[in-house]
């Protein structure tokens, strides 16, 4: 039989907190180092020690990135899940599993492999056994696919960069593992890892580090954070990368970091950093945007610039925190109480969370306003390839900020809140600077700033905020479209769906459709889509949530005329998506309609 | 022929005056700000140089009644530490006078006061401490005394919140207790305050006219309120006028009556109190306290405390006056952090 090259998923299944991640990330990049396109996916628990944890690595030559709908590969090295993994395979699947758990395999129609990985591990590392059984595996998989073990050498020194003796001992197991297999398992070719040609541009990298990247080339001058996850990590790579980046010359650091007390101090540090002329930012998931809250309607109400990445994890509540939905749109997007709408940016790879993560501050302070980078889990937290992250292409914006009495005096009818030049945007001064002081306040207030609880001045003001916001939709990063020739069917989807929407729309078009995709990147929406909804007979707008909340905020502000053409699927279960799944629900839609 | 009265930086005092107050005439909130604006003018503070801090209340309301060349922000409830805390970082040089109320400190905001404590924030600190929420009508505060009792409400039967106490017992740099009709003192206090490098906290007792604790002895004002339900608060707020200053001596104490007719008692701390010993300050004020006394004065006070600007080593720059060059990465820069993530 031929063998299937570069077409295969293996999923390993292991418990929190024994080491496996290093097993899973010289394997993901052992392949991607061969120019294999791989992708892996950490499904990992709620927890330090103990609890299932899944990874997922998929090799597709067509480069598909989502973890795929079947398991070709599986590892079974967890008691606890050692029934229902069993369960799950499909039949002619290849199992590899630790003999050493001492429970059995039935699984008459699979090709069945077992090595007594602990035991072999024991003779290297007497104290590390259970951690090092981990890498038998990875020897036992090297063997399946081809892999040889000068192949694996670079990731497992880059793994363990600098400890020589953990690169010898980790090194020594999978030669051990790939020989065990080779004598005891026999030639399997079912499977197999060919080298290709590799961009000697591209790597991997997780979209948490992206985004901290992007953020300090953005200039950003304070962090508050509270630790949550899956945002932590973007507050982690900060504060790796500063001492290098963001060192002055006199030896001081041009960037605050302050672990805050908690998310409603995190936010209220970003708006006395922007409130004193300064880029601040803080990092979050749902449960520190909705105590953050109040502080986001401050900062719109009273004009006062910052960023907040939100790294979208399940709700509500605490919900699943180690998976993911896009469930906080509608949330950013109308934050706070009264009538409020702010910024948000949307990644949909790591290029433009590095991007998305520098251009954060210079909107912010544009529109002196609170703007929000909107993430999630699954792009945050898996490693992404890139060709490398491309510099800014403009010089910062630092938005209307008056430094001298001379500019001041050269602008007629100043106001704080006066909308001078027509678009809804005011000028405004620093402290320290002590040209025209005032008090802000989230209180009613007047276009000099002065307390005002007037029907005409508030009206004024609040339509002003609108024309002012409105105002960046064609300035923020425009849809993403992919269209085809024939308009049948178009799709409107935005962030992490990125990864799974080629295969998505590849199922699609083998069913005879014809169909364009339209990827969103920020909101208020960029008025190109409305042209893409126009084009197309059919539009369904893919999200993964549970309401369809995009589809929500699209239904009130598209025109009347394009709603009766839009609809919407929307599904969450805390998965990462995946591409049959949602192929077939959109088929079952259409074909409902 | 007036005499005008120049600071060292040649300014009239009127130049840290601020708007016309709303607050209920004789408020002692008033007094704090009639402090503050002699205290600033007497140091000769730029007042371009000033940022005024606030939360939500009547107290937190009063920065739109002093320095008026100086920029300020009204914050939200509780959480003005917070937004202090980010624009210190920012501007490092900038004076922060912050004033909040015992139901923005000591309720909702308790963990951000207790946090900007941790941290040392270069800020004077005061609390205008009437016991009531005097914004929302007169609720009880967190540092009402024990056995207060209001005529409609229940007696209250927890226990107050001393945040000189809570100071001391964190570590704060500079902690002073007063009154707001004690000029002389508070402005001594203040002054010293304004030049303390890191966190100085002044609990200032500032009685409230309209719901003072005691509702029992609020006789007139409960009687207009019974007997006429058609009228609006605003009309039946009495005029009074502020309660007369004071001046106790170091170690003495006197007996003052406040507005409902109830007493306090406020002591002077001695001059032997060592202001270096948080013990001997947590003595008098516990001790105070056992005797239904305020000990007033400066209680403690350390000058040498690094301040989280010092302990973070930002550069001499304020942040917010960073060039473009100094707060973005160079061009080659991100070429030899891509080529290192590519293994290259
Ligand atoms: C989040 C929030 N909750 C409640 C309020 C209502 N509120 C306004 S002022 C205040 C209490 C103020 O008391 P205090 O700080 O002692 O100030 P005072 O008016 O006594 O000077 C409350 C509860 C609010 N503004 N914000
Ligand atoms: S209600 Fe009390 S605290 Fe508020 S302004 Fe009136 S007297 Fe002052
Ligand atoms: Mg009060």
């Given at each position: 039989?031929?063998?299937?090259?570069?077409?295969?998923?293996?999923?390993?299944?292991?418990?929190?907190?024994?080491?496996?991640?290093?097993?899973?990330?010289?394997?993901?990049?052992?392949?991607?180092?061969?120019?294999?396109?791989?992708?892996?996916?950490?499904?990992?628990?709620?927890?330090?020690?103990?609890?299932?944890?899944?990874?997922?690595?998929?090799?597709?030559?067509?480069?598909?990135?989502?973890?795929?709908?079947?398991?070709?590969?599986?590892?079974?090295?967890?008691?606890?899940?050692?029934?229902?993994?069993?369960?799950?395979?499909?039949?002619?699947?290849?199992?590899?599993?630790?003999?050493?758990?001492?429970l059995p395999v039935e699984r008459e129609d699979c090709k069945i492999f077992?090595?007594?990985?602990?035991?072999?591990?024991?003779?290297?590392?007497?104290?590390?056994?259970?951690?090092?059984?981990?890498?038998?595996?990875?020897?036992?998989?090297?063997?399946?696919?081809?892999?040889?073990?000068?192949?694996?050498?670079?990731?497992?020194?880059?793994?363990?960069?600098?400890?020589?003796?953990?690169?010898?001992?980790?090194?020594?197991?999978?030669?051990?593992?790939?020989?065990?297999?080779?004598?005891?398992?026999?030639?399997?070719?079912?499977?197999?890892?060919?080298?290709?040609?590799?961009?000697?541009?591209?790597?991997?990298?997780?979209?948490?580090?992206?985004?901290?990247?992007?953020?300090?080339?953005?200039?950003?001058?304070?962090?508050?954070?509270?630790?949550?996850?899956?945002?932590?990590?973007?507050?982690?790579?900060?504060?790796?990368?500063?001492?290098?980046?963001?060192?002055?010359?006199?030896?001081?650091?041009?960037?605050?970091?302050?672990?805050?007390?908690?998310?409603?101090?995190?936010?209220?540090?970003?708006?006395?950093?922007?409130?004193?002329?300064?880029?601040?930012?803080?990092?979050?998931?749902?449960?520190?945007?909705?105590?953050?809250?109040?502080?986001?309607?401050?900062?719109?109400?009273?004009?006062?610039?910052?960023?907040?990445?939100?790294?979208?994890?399940?709700?509500?509540?605490?919900?699943?925190?180690?998976?993911?939905?896009?469930?906080?749109?509608?949330?950013?997007?109308?934050?706070?109480?009264?009538?409020?709408?702010?910024?948000?940016?949307?990644?949909?790879?790591?290029?433009?969370?590095?991007?998305?993560?520098?251009?954060?501050?210079?909107?912010?302070?544009?529109?002196?306003?609170?703007?929000?980078?909107?993430?999630?889990?699954?792009?945050?937290?898996?490693?992404?390839?890139?060709?490398?992250?491309?510099?800014?292409?403009?010089?910062?914006?630092?938005?209307?900020?008056?430094?001298?009495?001379?500019?001041?005096?050269?602008?007629?009818?100043?106001?704080?809140?006066?909308?001078?030049?027509?678009?809804?945007?005011?000028?405004?001064?620093?402290?320290?600077?002590?040209?025209?002081?005032?008090?802000?306040?989230?209180?009613?207030?007047?276009?000099?700033?002065?307390?005002?609880?007037?029907?005409?001045?508030?009206?004024?003001?609040?339509?002003?905020?609108?024309?002012?916001?409105?105002?960046?939709?064609?300035?923020?990063?425009?849809?993403?479209?992919?269209?085809?020739?024939?308009?049948?069917?178009?799709?409107?989807?935005?962030?992490?769906?990125?990864?799974?929407?080629?295969?998505?729309?590849?199922?699609?078009?083998?069913?005879?459709?014809?169909?364009?995709t339209c990827r969103v990147r920020a909101l208020p929406y960029h008025s190109?889509?409305?042209?893409?909804?126009?084009?197309?007979?059919?539009?369904?707008?893919?999200?993964?949530?549970?309401?369809?909340?995009?589809?929500?905020?699209?239904?009130?502000?598209?025109?009347?005329?394009?709603?009766?053409?839009?609809?919407?699927?929307?599904?969450?279960?805390?998965?990462?998506?995946?591409?049959?799944?949602?192929?077939?629900?959109?088929?079952?839609?259409?074909?409902?309609? | 022929?007036?005499?005008?009265?120049?600071?060292?930086?040649?300014?009239?005092?009127?130049?840290?005056?601020?708007?016309?107050?709303?607050?209920?005439?004789?408020?002692?909130?008033?007094?704090?700000?009639?402090?503050?604006?002699?205290?600033?003018?007497?140091?000769?503070?730029?007042?371009?140089?000033?940022?005024?801090?606030?939360?939500?209340?009547?107290?937190?309301?009063?920065?739109?009644?002093?320095?008026?060349?100086?920029?300020?922000?009204?914050?939200?409830?509780?959480?003005?530490?917070?937004?202090?805390?980010?624009?210190?970082?920012?501007?490092?040089?900038?004076?922060?006078?912050?004033?909040?109320?015992?139901?923005?400190?000591?309720?909702?905001?308790?963990?951000?006061?207790?946090?900007?404590?941790?941290?040392?924030?270069?800020?004077?600190?005061?609390?205008?401490?009437?016991?009531?929420?005097?914004?929302?009508?007169?609720?009880?505060?967190?540092?009402?005394?024990?056995?207060?009792?209001?005529?409609?409400?229940?007696?209250?039967?927890?226990?107050?919140?001393?945040?000189?106490?809570?100071?001391?017992?964190?570590?704060?740099?500079?902690?002073?207790?007063?009154?707001?009709?004690?000029?002389?003192?508070?402005?001594?206090?203040?002054?010293?305050?304004?030049?303390?490098?890191?966190?100085?906290?002044?609990?200032?007792?500032?009685?409230?006219?309209?719901?003072?604790?005691?509702?029992?002895?609020?006789?007139?004002?409960?009687?207009?309120?019974?007997?006429?339900?058609?009228?609006?608060?605003?009309?039946?707020?009495?005029?009074?006028?502020?309660?007369?200053?004071?001046?106790?001596?170091?170690?003495?104490?006197?007996?003052?009556?406040?507005?409902?007719?109830?007493?306090?008692?406020?002591?002077?701390?001695?001059?032997?109190?060592?202001?270096?010993?948080?013990?001997?300050?947590?003595?008098?004020?516990?001790?105070?306290?056992?005797?239904?006394?305020?000990?007033?004065?400066?209680?403690?006070?350390?000058?040498?405390?690094?301040?989280?600007?010092?302990?973070?080593?930002?550069?001499?720059?304020?942040?917010?006056?960073?060039?473009?060059?100094?707060?973005?990465?160079?061009?080659?820069?991100?070429?030899?952090?891509?080529?290192?993530?590519?293994?290259?």
């Open positions: 039989m031929k063998s299937e090259v570069n077409n295969f998923i293996i999923n390993i299944a292991t418990a929190n907190g024994t080491g496996s991640q290093s097993s899973n990330l010289i394997l993901l990049h052992s392949m991607f180092e061969m120019g294999i396109p791989v992708s892996g996916k950490n499904l990992f628990p709620s927890n330090i020690s103990g609890l299932p944890t899944w990874f997922i690595i998929r090799a597709s030559e067509s480069g598909y990135q989502a973890p795929g709908d079947k398991t070709n590969i599986q590892i079974l090295m967890n008691k606890d899940t050692w029934e229902k993994d069993i369960a799950k395979i499909e039949p002619g699947a290849i199992i590899i599993y630790n003999e050493n758990v001492k077992s090595m007594p990985m602990t035991k072999m591990a024991r003779g290297i590392a007497p104290k590390f056994a259970k951690l090092m059984a981990n890498m038998y595996y990875v020897g036992g998989i090297a063997h399946i696919l081809g892999i040889k073990s000068e192949d694996i050498e670079k990731s497992v020194s880059s793994q363990f960069k600098g400890k020589d003796r953990a690169i010898e001992m980790n090194m020594r197991a999978i030669r051990e593992g790939i020989s065990y297999a080779a004598e005891h398992w026999g030639n399997e070719t079912t499977f197999s890892a060919e080298r290709r040609d590799k961009d000697p541009d591209t790597y991997l990298i997780e979209g948490n580090e992206a985004s901290a990247l992007g953020s300090i080339y953005g200039g950003v001058n304070m962090l508050a954070w509270y630790p949550i996850t899956p945002s932590s990590s973007v507050a982690e790579g900060i504060i790796k990368w500063l001492p290098e980046l963001r060192t002055a010359k006199d030896g001081g650091t041009t960037c605050a970091v302050i672990q805050a007390e908690d998310e409603l101090a995190a936010v209220g540090m970003v708006l006395g950093a922007g409130w004193a002329g300064g880029r601040g930012m803080t990092c979050t998931s749902g449960p520190g945007i909705s105590l953050m809250s109040e502080f986001i309607g401050l900062s719109y109400f009273a004009e006062v610039p910052g960023v907040i990445w939100d790294v979208n994890r399940v709700g509500p509540s605490t919900g699943l925190p180690t998976r993911t939905q896009q469930g906080d749109l509608s949330m950013l997007y109308e934050a706070s109480h009264g009538d409020t709408q702010h910024i948000v940016l949307i990644p949909g790879n790591v290029d433009e969370c590095f991007e998305f993560g520098w251009r954060a501050f210079d909107y912010a302070e544009r529109y002196q306003t609170m703007v929000f980078g909107f993430s999630d889990l699954d792009l945050g937290m898996n490693r992404w390839p890139t060709t490398g992250f491309v510099y800014p292409d403009s010089p910062m914006d630092r938005g209307k900020v008056i430094h001298t009495q001379k500019q001041l005096d050269a602008i007629e009818n100043y106001g704080r809140y006066r909308d001078v030049d027509g678009d809804g945007i005011a000028y405004r001064t620093l402290p320290g600077s002590g040209i025209d002081p005032i008090l802000y306040r989230g209180t009613g207030h007047d276009e000099d700033g002065i307390y005002s609880e007037e029907p005409d001045v508030y009206h004024k003001n609040m339509a002003r905020l609108r024309k002012k916001i409105e105002g960046s939709r064609d300035v923020l990063p425009a849809p993403i479209l992919r269209e085809e020739e024939i308009k049948e069917v178009g799709i409107v989807f935005y962030g992490s769906m990125e990864y799974t929407i080629t295969e998505i729309d590849d199922i699609l078009e083998q069913s005879g459709l014809s169909v364009s190109d889509l409305e042209g893409f909804i126009d084009r197309h007979e059919t539009n369904i707008v893919l999200e993964m949530n549970r309401d369809g909340q995009l589809y929500g905020i699209l239904r009130r502000e598209l025109p009347v005329k394009l709603l009766s053409k839009l609809h919407s699927l929307a599904y969450s279960d805390g998965m990462p998506p995946r591409a049959r799944l949602y192929a077939d629900k959109i088929l079952q839609l259409l074909e409902g309609l | 022929m007036t005499i005008l009265k120049l600071n060292v930086l040649n300014l009239d005092k009127s130049e840290y005056k601020g708007g016309k107050s709303s607050l209920c005439p004789g408020c002692g909130h008033d007094q704090v700000s009639n402090v503050i604006i002699q205290a600033a003018w007497e140091n000769g503070l730029p007042p371009e140089g000033i940022a005024k801090m606030s939360g939500i209340g009547c107290s937190s309301k009063t920065p739109a009644y002093f320095l008026g060349k100086s920029h300020g922000f009204n914050t939200v409830h509780g959480r003005m530490p917070s937004v202090t805390t980010g624009a210190n970082m920012i501007n490092k040089d900038l004076s922060f006078i912050a004033v909040s109320g015992d139901g923005d400190t000591a309720s909702i905001g308790i963990g951000q006061f207790i946090h900007a404590i941790r941290r040392n924030i270069d800020m004077v600190y005061i609390i205008e401490n009437n016991g009531v929420y005097g914004l929302t009508k007169g609720q009880y505060s967190a540092t009402v005394e024990k056995g207060s009792k209001k005529k409609k409400g229940a007696i209250n039967e927890q226990n107050p919140i001393d945040l000189c106490a809570m100071a001391l017992n964190l570590g704060c740099s500079f902690v002073a207790r007063s009154f707001s009709g004690s000029k002389k003192q508070l402005t001594a206090l203040l002054r010293a305050a304004m030049s303390h490098k890191g966190m100085a906290i002044i609990d200032v007792i500032s009685p409230c006219v309209t719901f003072a604790n005691n509702d029992e002895s609020y006789r007139s004002y409960n009687y207009v309120k019974e007997n006429d339900e058609v009228l609006h608060l605003v009309d039946y707020i009495s005029h009074f006028s502020p309660l007369e200053e004071i001046d106790i001596p170091e170690g003495q104490y006197r007996e003052i009556e406040l507005f409902d007719g109830s007493k306090i008692v406020l002591e002077t701390i001695g001059s032997s109190h060592d202001t270096s010993n948080i013990v001997s300050a947590l003595r008098a004020v516990h001790e105070a306290e056992s005797q239904n006394k305020h000990v007033t004065g400066l209680l403690y006070y350390n000058g040498e405390m690094p301040t989280t600007t010092d302990a973070l080593g930002l550069t001499g720059t304020p942040l917010s006056q960073l060039s473009e060059e100094e707060g973005r990465p160079t061009f080659e820069s991100l070429n030899l952090i891509n080529n290192r993530l590519r293994g290259l």
